[in-house]
């Protein structure tokens, strides 16, 4: 998971360079998809789930709010980083996952495992919002 948090800033820059090179947020975010379909196509061959794809049909249609979501954060760190600053965007992405993370734990949202939010966790959520804050200032 550190890995793929790595990965955040990474495909937020990238993907703002894309977007100012072809003029167009929107634009860079389909040609995002686009490789990340295919790649996700391959994986799902290459690992021999393709059979999973069946179970789709007759899903709750709230669960494919995550691909909207996807859109949502991709289009907004796309149009906002280049003029915010990518630490700037990245600090507030940072600050609403752990806002969202936390509500989410509290409540077991869609069968997750519930983790109340004690006074020690809202501490260590407090001192991490505070040192993500800090290491973006001056």
């Not at 790649?39 to 069946?54: C, E, I, N, R, W």
């Not at 940072?94 to 501490?123: C, E, F, K, N, Y």
């Amino acid at each position: 998971m550190f890995a793929a948090g790595m990965g955040v800033p990474l495909l937020a820059a990238l993907n703002a360079a894309l977007g100012q090179r072809l003029g167009s947020a929107v634009a860079a975010g389909a040609m995002l998809f686009a490789v990340a379909f295919a790649t996700a196509l391959v994986v799902l061959l290459v690992t021999g789930q393709g059979a999973a794809m069946k179970h789709a049909q007759g899903q709750p249609p709230v669960l494919f709010l995550a691909g909207c979501l996807m859109v949502f954060y991709l289009l907004s760190i796309t149009i906002v980083a280049p003029r915010f600053g990518l630490g700037n965007a990245i600090l507030f992405v940072l600050l609403g996952q752990l806002v969202s993370a936390a509500v989410i734990d509290a409540t077991g949202l869609l069968g997750l495992a519930v983790r109340p939010v004690s006074g020690p966790r809202l501490l260590g959520l407090a001192v991490m919002a505070v040192g993500v804050f800090l290491s973006q200032r001056g």
